[in-house]
């Protein structure tokens, strides 16, 4: 995040600065982000579940890397898995059926804690859920990831190439956009998991090469608008490069938006990838994912509703604290959102301060302090490029 | 105008030839149609192998086999559609299965549509205008929780208590006191949080929204509302003319008093119509009377209205209209929920909310048992639905209003001395609906194709069961019918929504 942005630096504004801006002094546009992320309560609240839930589902049952994903049976009947095997501290694994204890009843118990032998119970077979639910949480994880990692290059390469240059290059990619945008992406999901499934590593991957649509139309219209500002017309007559141009002046400005975009795209595979699994066109068995297994047992709601509960629970964690660390950065990195108190409780604040009693609110941060959430949704249609961005400035007046 | 819609046109025809092309060649390598023969045991499996070949041009590549299917498809352009046959489903031509599955998706997601839109544009107002309130953050926290749940889950959940909890409670309808005090406590809260103002005029609206929605729900209990639900004219003049009041109120406001005078007079004549009409439509029980009557009732409001109006007519005929057309929807309610005894004793045992498919099979009865059947199946789904569409359209709403509520006119607005109500509808709203307008053309064209899966958990024959069925068994020509359709109505909506943003909006134009 090494942003460092000219214009928005806390300059020596004399009287006209505010508050805020005093409280800011001094620091890089890096550090505010970051100041007002690690702020935002929710947001952080979530990240700590989040990076909570990862640590949960990759040790406790040990993970598989490689491999094909097919059990085999050895010698004495006992399954095991094809490929590396690493061991977790959860003694089950996932695809073993054990004896049916209490029913398939979980055996979890809050007061006093402890996780008895089947915390979050059995299945019809005895397989154990605690430890489905961990593997289908490391797929929908692994997924999440891969799908953010490589909407998050292409998306950025072709939005950007398509930003800068213009002309034909860009009218191509559009195109190619739009060819991607109209096939449902449950359509195309349905098709790569009927042919790459059974691997989410594999699934993410081409998941994620048709995730990226939104975020490249949006990268498109930013670079189209920075483009046309003055620090890169500044950076070109000092001689730089285009590669230049794009990765130390444009790119930097667009952070904001590739980053928050990218976070909610992440929730949106989570989603998706449950959804396709329940479909029974994403991961496979023997292998499992969340929506696998609600889509397994939905019939048995009534009797074993725990089957049900607890993976669909995970899913929306995850999926919950992506979208508020989402928000939360939208908010850390949108300069126009200063402070997210109302207007009566910035007042009361600014009354209770004695040397202050004579300083009247500044109006200007407050009174538009909501900032519109238009950003948190995929391009609104033609929003994002009205006529009149370029046709304002003074140079292009008779 | 004419030169940039010809050029959009010509880069969907080609976004729609390659988008296709992908679609068909990647379903192709990925199916076997050929599967469940090659497994089948019939002594005749050859045959039947080599027939199947035949009809579906196996033996060419599929990039060949794309071409011939073009070929039958660019015959579209002269009404003669030929999308090739469906082998999952006995030979049936894909145009002729596509007919059927569109209808009830269609339906499907009309009805979602208009109840998101209703509701999100609603809630998503109320939020802005009561920004930073408990109700405000309440709806911010519920739709980051709605973004984050998968709809199947919420189907299922949705099966289990909004249909199978809910008809064991609609076969034995007995209104508990925690039910009133919870219903009290909910809509106390939230009437408190929306009102606003000192302590205690909140506490006043708490305690009259409390007695309010928990007196209705032990009064309906008590008089055995829920077993035989009826709206009966007692009701249509209750909710008539508190639409009259309701809707003039916020078009006009109360103090055009004609314009009120207007609306509550088409509710007279509705009323005074309420027997005579129960003949016409126990006699008539057709879909054209229906419409013919919708028409007139929009007509009676107009003539109402001018004749009433005087120096606002065209205010006053507006508002009638739209209370003239509610009132009369509230009487068709009345005459379906008449059948609704005699529809408890035909259906099967299950119960009224319907979780099955979108009818309920070799029912026999006149229109409006199939109005009620209809809407029985429609519920649930359109809930699920809904639900995402709701957060979106509040989402935006809210964001939408809250930046013109910023921008100078308003405040010019509120200078000139108008009224808040002034301020809102006529200069705020207009405005800020205009984004919402092409998000809602745009979410359409996206919901046709997204609904598969809430199709699915349904059992609901329509378009995403078509997708569904054909991906499995590799029915490729069903799976390019189902993107024909939803690939094609995706680009037209998306056109719609860029022609009606500049339709609305003048400051943007289109080329």
């Known amino acids: 995040m090494a942003t460092s942005l000219p214009t928005d630096a806390p300059q020596d504004r004399g009287s006209e600065q505010t508050i805020e801006q005093k409280a800011v002094a001094g620091m890089s546009q890096g550090a505010l982000v970051r100041r007002r992320f690690f702020r935002h309560k929710l947001a952080m609240t979530a990240l700590i579940v989040l990076v909570l839930i990862i640590l949960l589902a990759f040790t406790s049952v040990g993970t598989v890397i490689g491999g094909t994903g097919s059990l085999q049976a050895d010698a004495s009947g006992t399954l095991t898995i094809n490929g590396w095997r690493i061991e977790g501290w959860w003694p089950l694994n996932w695809w073993t059926a054990y004896p049916v204890v209490n029913g398939g009843a979980p055996t979890i118990t809050w007061w006093p804690f402890s996780l ?26 692994t997924v999440m990831f891969l799908v953010g990692l490589v909407s998050l290059v292409v998306g950025v390469s072709l939005g950007a190439v398509s930003g800068y240059f213009r002309g034909w290059s860009d009218s191509l990619i559009m195109r190619f956009t739009d060819v991607i945008i109209i096939i449902p992406i449950i359509v195309l999901g349905s098709i790569m998991g009927k042919l790459f499934g059974g691997n989410a590593f594999v699934f993410g991957l081409f998941l994620g090469i048709l995730s990226w649509t939104g975020l490249a139309r949006l990268v498109r219209g930013d670079f189209l608008s920075l483009r046309e500002r003055e620090f890169v017309d500044a950076a070109r007559v000092a001689g730089a490069s285009n590669a230049r141009i794009i990765f130390r002046h444009i790119l930097p400005n667009a952070v904001g938006v590739i980053i928050v975009n990218t976070t909610l795209l992440m929730s949106a595979a989570v989603l998706t990838e449950a959804a396709l699994s329940f479909l029974g066109f994403g991961i496979q068995y023997p292998d499992v994912s969340l929506g696998q297994i609600i889509s397994e047992y939905r019939e048995a709601f009534r009797t074993r509703p725990w089957l049900f509960w607890w993976p669909g629970l995970f899913i929306i964690l995850l999926a919950l604290c992506i979208n508020f660390i989402g928000d939360g950065l939208r908010d850390a990195f949108d300069p126009r959102q200063q402070a997210k108190t109302s207007r009566r409780k910035a007042a009361r604040a600014v009354a209770a301060i004695p040397s202050v009693q004579a300083v009247t609110m500044v109006e200007g941060p407050t009174s538009e302090s909501d900032e519109p959430y238009s950003d948190e949704f995929t391009d609104l249609g033609g929003r994002s490029g009205p006529p009149g961005g370029r046709g304002d400035r003074p140079g292009d007046q008779p | ?64 086999r794309y071409f011939t299917w073009l070929g039958g498809a660019a015959q579209c352009l002269i009404l003669q559609c030929d999308l090739g046959l469906s082998y999952t489903r006995g030979n049936q031509p894909v145009t002729e299965a596509l007919a059927s599955a569109a209808g009830s998706t269609i339906q499907l997601v009309t009805a979602a549509t208009i109840i998101a839109i209703l509701v999100g544009v609603t809630i998503g107002i109320l939020t802005a205008l009561r920004q930073y309130s408990g109700f405000d953050y309440s709806v911010t926290f519920l739709t980051f929780i709605v973004y984050s749940l998968p709809i199947f889950w919420v189907a299922v959940l949705l099966k289990e208590f909004g249909a199978i909890r809910f008809n064991e409670f609609l076969a034995d309808p007995n209104v508990t006191w925690l039910a009133v005090l919870i219903t009290g406590l909910i809509s106390g809260v939230v009437f408190m949080s929306l009102l606003g103002g000192s302590w205690k005029t909140r506490l006043i609206t708490f305690g009259s929204a409390f007695v309010a929605a928990g007196g209705l729900l032990w009064f309906l209990g008590v008089t055995g509302w829920f077993a035989t639900p009826t709206v009966g004219i007692i009701g249509v003049i209750v909710t008539g003319v508190g639409a009259a009041v309701g809707v003039t109120a916020i078009s006009t406001g109360l103090a055009n008093r004609r314009a009120l005078l207007a609306s509550l007079i088409t509710v007279a004549i509705w009323i005074a119509l309420y027997f005579p009409l129960q003949y016409l439509f126990f006699y008539v029980p057709e879909g054209w009377m229906l419409v013919l009557l919708g028409i007139a009732a929009i007509g009676i409001g107009i003539v109402v209205g001018i004749i009433v109006g005087g120096d606002g007519k065209r205010e006053a005929a507006r508002t009638a209209a739209i209370v003239s057309f509610i009132t009369f929807f509230v009487i068709v309610i009345d005459r379906v929920l008449l059948v609704y005894p005699d529809y408890v004793q035909r259906i099967p045992q299950s119960g009224v909310i319907a979780t099955i498919g979108s009818r309920t099979p070799g029912l026999q009865g006149d229109m409006w048992f199939q109005i009620l059947d209809g809407f029985s199946h429609l519920v649930l789904p359109t809930i699920a639905l809904a639900v995402v569409s709701i957060a979106a359209y509040t989402r935006y709403t809210r964001s939408s209003l809250l930046e013109v509520m910023n921008q100078d006119y308003v405040r010019t607005a509120r200078a000139k001395g108008l009224t808040e109500r002034t301020v809102v509808v006529r200069h705020a709203m207009r405005n800020a609906l205009i984004p919402i307008a092409t998000i809602i053309a745009f979410d359409i064209g996206a919901l046709i194709g997204g609904a598969v899966i809430t199709e699915t958990i349904f059992a609901w024959k329509g378009m995403g069961s078509l997708f569904v069925d054909g991906l499995e068994k590799g029915d490729v020509n ?34």
């Not at chain 1, 032998?117 to 639910?133: I, N, R, S, Y």
């Not at chain 2, 959009?8 to 390598?29: E, N, W």
């Not at chain 2, 799976?479 to 860029?498: E, H, P, Q, R």
């Open chain 1, 116 to 141: 008895g032998e089947h915390p979050f119970g059995q299945d019809t077979l005895g397989k154990d859920v605690f430890a489905q639910v961990m593997r289908g949480t490391q797929q929908s994880i």
């Open chain 2, 1 to 64: 105008m004419l030169t940039f819609l010809l050029r959009r046109l010509g880069a969907i025809l080609l976004v729609l030839l390659v988008a296709s092309f992908i679609v068909y060649t990647l379903t192709a390598i990925g199916s076997d149609p050929l599967r469940d023969l090659r497994a089948s045991s019939a002594p005749n499996r050859d045959e039947q192998i080599a027939y199947r070949i035949e009809i579906l041009n196996l033996d060419l590549p599929p990039v060949i």
């Open chain 2, 478 to 511: 069903l799976v390019m019918g189902f993107f024909v359709v939803t690939g094609v109505l995706a680009v037209i909506f998306n056109l719609i929504a860029d022609l009606l943003y500049s339709a609305l909006d003048p400051r943007i134009r289109v080329n």
